[in-house]
């Protein structure tokens, strides 16, 4: 799978507040195919950056963790 880091960093800015998020909304911001958008919201998901449920995704304390590194 190849994704630029921006776009790691762009979902994460995007579900920084903790809140559950529908993933509908993501694809409509991040222009990636859904296909693509499913990898790597299930990468995120592997690395402990994302809880996902149906349709929702939201931000865990490891994600803020690192998104805070790339400040």
Known sequence: MIVNMITIDEILEQISDARWHNI??????IFLPSDKLNEVLCFLESQEFIDKEIEKIRITSHGKKFLALKR
């Open 24 to 29: 509908d909304k993501i694809k409509q911001s």
